[in-house]
C-alpha cells in the first residue's frame, strides 16, 4: 500500500479536512447525473461512468477532461450553469452519510479544528452544510472562491490549512475520490480515503492515501486507531472496513 506524505501517523493531528460530495453526503452519483444532463442538453454525449470518474474535479477542470481541452470553450459557463441548476434541485434533499456528522463531532470533541475543504460554489457548500447540521463544530469551510486551481492542484488544501492555521505535518486530509488523493499529497499533507464515492478500493489504495475506511461510520468507529487519532495505519486496508 503507497504511504503519503506526511507524519499524521507518528503525532496526533491539530486539523481534520475533509471533502464535501460523497465523503461526508451521497452526492457523487448526483453529480454524475446532473452533469450528464446537463452535457447532453448541450449536445455532448458523455458515459455517465466517464462522468462519474471525474466528479470531484473541479469546474474549472472537469469540462477539458471530460470533452477534451480542444473543445469548443464558449459554453463551458453555460454548461456549469446548467450542471448548477440540476443539482441546485436536490438542496433540500441531499443525502447525509451514515455517521458523517458524528463523525465531525467526536474529532472536535477531541480537539482538533474540523475544516471543510471543498471546490464547490458557495451555495452547494452552504446546502451541504444544512444537511449535515453540525455547523457547532465546523471551524472554518472552503469554497471555489477561495483558490485559483481546484484538486488534483493542492490549492484546495493549502488553503484549508490556512484556515485551520497549522502545517502539513498537522493536518489529515478525508476525501473520496483520486482526485482528494492526489491534492492532499501535493500539499504534503496525509490523506485518509473513504469508499462512499463508488471509486473502487484497489483504485483508491493506488492513488496513495495512508488507508481506507468504507465510510465515514467506518472511520468514526476505528477512530481510535486511525491516523486522525494520531496512529500508524493497519498494514492491510481492508483491515479497516
Known sequence: MSMATGS???HRPRAALFDLDGTLV????????TWWQALHQHGHDVP???IHRAVGMGGDRILDHLLGPEHDHRRDDALRD???ALYATWFDALPVLDGAADLLRALAARGL???LASSASADEVAAIRAALDADDVVAAATSAADVDATKPAPDLVVRALELAGTEPAGAV???DTVWDVRAAARADVTCVGLLTGGVSR???AAAGPVTVYEGPGALLRGLDASPLAGREPA???AATS
Do not use: C, K, Q, S
Open 113 to 115: 479544528r474540523v475544516v
Open 235 to 237: 498494514a492491510d486496508p
Open 48 to 50: 455517465m461512468a466517464r
Open 173 to 175: 486530509f478525508v476525501g
Open 202 to 204: 484497489a483504485e483508491l
Open 26 to 33: 451521497d452526492t457523487n452519483y448526483v453529480h454524475t447525473v
Open 82 to 84: 446548467a450542471h448548477h
Open 8 to 10: 499524521a501517523g507518528r
